[in-house]
């Protein structure tokens, strides 16, 4: 499935022309709006857990985003929507002030959606303004912050997904597509690679296209040789896992794992549920037969790294994965596919899944690179902050936005989470 | 102020002709109806506290209760508006079976309010024949479902205002009335009773008016003299209180109160907010000065018996209250005066207040009267099972619908709750 | 089973001779000590739970009450033993100062045990002094003192039964006695009342015999007539209330009873355990085999309930049960007969075991009684702080000290507590 | 302040001869019985904390370790001391069965303190006929057991020092040694490394001394040049952290460590005390005022990380610090030196501290090294299966004994740990 991506961007979104600029931001900003279609107020209001947020939310904040550390510090004239929407829309930037408690956002009624939809207005119209008039200086987190917004994007489809996945009526975000011809699982190989000194990370000189602060510098790391899985786990393996006593065994687990599965009683992955006809997978088009030849989805990294003991194999590091995507296309299934959800591996040789479908756990802790330095001001508080207790994801999914993710893309969760669309690729030592 | 009673109701409904008991039936859901003119959708879906249901949720379970009691067992042919409801808008019932966990209800996104409109619409068709067509047998749950439609009126009302205090926008559900003329606060009188072997509770023989099960049977109970306060505690008394280090000093505190006040950090009643202009209390008609000659609400048993403490009195039993009560007429502050708060005590002498305006704690507990029997079936459930840690609540509020209550009317709280329009009446042993 | 009572108190101790009062000083005092004879140091140290104390705690807080309350107002002259234990031993007295957190009484490893009995020591050499030399106002609260002590007795029997039910190795705090002649369980018949305006609770004038506050003052009540068994359930019963999904069927359980026995996943009594040759039950004596000849003892006002409504019957009020006990005398199987644990009801007519054996749940909340008021100063505290959320337990049981009750004496606990002794007696309403 | 390692051990003790292996044997046991000399049965038995043990279990795991691994299945016609102690003192080998809850060891009262004594006699009885006896096969775990009972003897006094400050007598576990002269503290200077391809880990090839599994395999790592600061930070500059705001300005902070210090309401390292005459420190001899020139200690990571940043510095990767180590004599401040608490650096150049006074927290997660495999067999869950959410820690500490620790040695704790003797040593990128 080749899915072309909308912008190749080889420069800072500041140093385009100001058509370009309005055009992509144009697109991301109308993107998100897209996402809400089939939503209903109270669905877009609702928080289904503390690590979720109402979808109204998302529309807020992001577009606070931009006012905060676009407009107001660099549109003259610019007159906040409302003083008060700082208070409720700031996620988790200290130096912003005080704000909503997180577990406490769906408790945010008003504004209501025809509100914020009229703040999203509201800040365009001004950001048109600056994207037009501004010099570089001005504009110089415009990639930010649409970056941004793409990773709400994300968010909003995995938070949508956990809330209807509370309800006994397991509503439908989108009508399923008609499944992709059916091929066989192919079965799973490793491809070899010799490692030795190799670098990492992004290169972030002057005119260098954006990246998040936390995946640069670009360094050398020292690879021993290592395998890689040419595709993701299935359903169906995992199954074989489970029918093993995958989830009975504690000498697959690492003991926190081990500790937290007993406690919340984990028998099968997040969204799996047991019917009388077998199990059922819940995701974006409902309710529906689990595939053994789709990936696994919604792991936490205790259940990867279990699975991988039990397969005799392990994950891999974030520099191996790094390392092995170096000659992969950056194509996959992403959220522009609409299809919503991970696709069976399609037949061929050689790493496939790479990039969409699902993010793949790393055994790398989220820790900064040797030379990192956070950005100054309030936005150093984007990813850094958050360098301890979490694991990197490499990839991007099904819900990320095509052209999101890079090579060099970290993304990061704690290892007992399993709602975002989190997948298994296996990795061995080397020869 | 004299509100009239809608409907005084001299036996059940079940015996009364066909246009009578339309009419009243009419009027109850028209009155829940009328509620929710200023709410958003969203307003409706969310829950602030496990304790509080979204107004959606009180719309569809009242509706739940008519179908489920009066229209599956007593309309022939009658049609299940949708099966999963049962499982969605059952609150309580064991009999009924398995059902949405309590907490969770703000996660029922879907149905939407349009939805729950329409289940409420296909109710009241099925309603309105059965109540035009049935002998007595098949009506005679038709009273309990509207004093229980009538409670989550109420209910509503408290869980809007629980969410409203919540938001940092601070809400009104409704404008404020002008304020009445001014009187000062009459001193607080205490009116005496000699007490004697005296009867409490509802008669409950054939033909007698409806009243819920826990009212009766009428039993006779012996009184030792004493002496009932003549008005409510006033926001002004309330002051003297915090002011004397009421919320500082263990020796007024019922012990499990003291470590509540203190784990909770308790130093004002529920929605009292400290504002650099004073004291602001948060109500139905948004944040507003404290009013010092206003009854004090939304305190807990906690804090009115400490407060009893401090005053060198002591709260009423149910006994005391019911029996002062007797002579007094059942007309007050209800929520048909659409003030939504409590007034201030008028001139005058003798009992004021008693109904309406705040539900007055009592000093006892909720339990059953000598001679208590459950009602058979599911219904059974409606009352009994909650017969203990609560105490007794008399009098109803101005969120209560007039003509609700009784004179033997018990309402029931646990001891740290405080959401509800709860106030403090003193009492005394006498001479 | 005849026990003797070993005092049987007219009056204040204050008011009696000297060497009276001496000698009733040191028999409660040597009957502490005497508990800890097969108490190793680390038995007496260990907390099993918040609600309970360590043995050495208990050693101590007893002593402090009367180095507190007596010895340092009332003795000319009294040094301190050290001035750092009123913080550790100091129990729940506000008025006293700050101490300890009760959940943390268990990290007191020093003082050693040996300190805890020269404490011990100490304090008695100065109350011989007081006891010899004082007149009655100093004295006055000495009757409290050994009462108080006397519950700590109690509490010492209930906390190592606690903390050895946790251990694996199930220790035995006593040998057991060879069992009583075995005889059938006596049918359980109801024994009829016919109510009316009766008397209960302490008289409390000059020269009467000591009670705590919490027993008066004496007052008239109404009864309706009523039944009450003439014996308590037995295990065997209790066994057939679970054969019949007693612990499985929510119609007969109050709602926050059944909440608390799914949350907690109660099946059985508290200290049932199962095993492969049939339930056992865990006591002073050890780990033995069920006797459903025994009553049932440490179940929750849940269980005892839930219970009462399977049989068709309901829990007794406390006045009920205090008139039918007026005739009753105060005689049974209490820690004196050295059994520590409940015995089957004996042969005969008639109420038996309404005194010792087991604590009996009523249905009474535990609340002041009409013209209640706690005693001046810090022993105020002593139970009028606690009126709320527990029920009263009548009778007391096999590990209460004898000559300790009265049959006005009113115990209590939280409706979900377990680990004391409290079985059931049934009721019923009257012809 | 040199010490002088007791054994510097260059094969594994199976390979020596009966005569040295049972020396070494014997002292590692006789130094753990050493350490109870000051304790009563009661501290022995006392559990502060989940995280801690009581001193018994200490003692009594130890000896079952060298029972599971080494008798039962080395000596022929070996008899187990007690059946039922494999269930009470196992700590988390799943693979040995069930186990004692871990936050219920201090409710194990039974076996005394004496019959735990005697099980050691017992065992070791056992272990000197095995070490006299046995081949290389059956003592292939004797180094694992004797360094896996040196980290417990490093885990009594972290565990009694928590304890002991818990309670409001401050009890000393040793008598403080005369001060050291005192020197000014020389300020931090850092000691400038280039980096490069370098070998970390230990190398366990036939022959090779005893290692954990965690310190290997030997493997290649690439370091960018840095600085490491050549002593601890002190008190003093901890001080200078805190006036300047440093608990509470969140621009130093993760975002999880800042929300457990608000939650925790951390103002200082964990055994610091304030008090009028300025701050105290906690810790095993006792309540001490606060010595500027000491190496701060008991922090946690979060701590470490938000002081690293305060400074302009970083915590070094564990790579970097080991590489630095390769050099340093592994000599300092051990247990051995009878002083307990870490000591202000000596006066001098290049680095100091490294080994012994304080753990160094690393930024390096805990984590597998590339080609590691834990053991197989139960003690394969020694170590790998703790490896996630943790960070790495380097170098010993006052309270390792001597010997312990190599310059590949990792410890672990989470990053909200405190209760262990850590400290911290900044690091900077190199030029
Ligand atoms: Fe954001
Ligand atoms: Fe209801
Ligand atoms: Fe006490
Ligand atoms: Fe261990």
Request: hydrophobic share 40%; net charge negative.
């Amino acid at each position: 499935m080749r899915i072309d991506r909308p912008h190749d961007q080889e420069r800072p979104l500041a140093q385009t022309a100001a058509h370009e600029r309005l055009a992509r931001y144009r697109a991301v900003r109308r993107a998100t709006e897209a996402l809400i279609r089939s939503l209903t107020p109270e669905d877009m209001g609702a928080q289904s857990m503390p690590d979720a947020s109402p979808t109204k939310w998302h529309l807020a904040h992001t577009t606070w985003f931009f006012e905060t550390f676009m407009l107001t510090p660099g549109l003259p004239g610019y007159r906040v929507f409302d003083p008060r929407f700082g208070y409720l829309f700031n996620s988790y930037y200290e130096a912003e002030g005080p704000r909503q408690p997180r577990p406490a956002r769906g408790l945010i009624t008003r504004p209501s959606i025809a509100d914020v939809l009229a703040y999203r207005a509201h800040v365009d119209a001004a950001m048109e303004r600056l994207l037009t008039a501004a010099g570089e200086g001005p504009l110089e987190l415009l990639d930010l912050g649409l970056a941004h917004e793409e990773q709400h994007q994300e968010l909003i489809l995995m938070d949508i997904l956990h809330l209807f996945a509370q309800s006994p009526l397991s509503p439908a975000f989108a009508p399923p597509r008609p499944p992709l011809a059916s091929v066989p699982t192919p079965p799973l190989a490793y491809v070899e690679f010799a490692g030795g000194l190799v670098q990492m990370g992004h290169d972030s000189g002057p005119g260098a296209p954006f990246a998040f602060d936390n995946e640069g510098p670009r360094h050398r790391v020292w690879l021993e040789p290592f395998r890689l899985a040419d595709r993701l786990v299935t359903n169906g393996e995992w199954l074989r896992f489970m029918a093993d006593g995958g989830y009975e065994r504690p000498e697959f687990w690492l003991s926190d794992g081990w500790a937290m599965a007993r406690a919340e009683g984990w028998r099968a992955p997040f969204y799996w549920r047991e019917s009388p006809d077998g199990w059922r997978v819940m995701g974006l088009t409902g309710l529906r037969p689990l595939d053994p030849a789709q990936p696994v989805s919604h792991v936490s990294y205790y259940e990867a790294d279990a699975y991988a003991a039990w397969a005799g194999a392990r994950l891999p590091t974030e520099a191996e994965w790094e390392h092995a995507a170096s000659s992969v296309p950056i194509e996959g299934n992403f959220a522009g596919s609409g299809r919503l959800c991970a696709q069976p591996a399609p037949a061929g040789e050689g790493l496939r899944q790479m990039f969409g479908d699902l993010w793949e756990w790393t055994r790398s802790a989220y820790l900064p690179y040797p030379g990192f330095r956070p950005a100054a001001g309030a936005v150093g508080e984007y990813n850094g902050k958050f360098m301890s207790g979490q694991f990197v994801l490499r990839g991007g999914c099904c819900a990320t936005p095509a052209g999101h993710v890079r090579r060099t893309y970290r993304n990061f969760f704690y290892p007992q989470q399993r709602w975002m669309f989190s997948g298994v690729r296996l990795a061995m030592d080397g020869a």
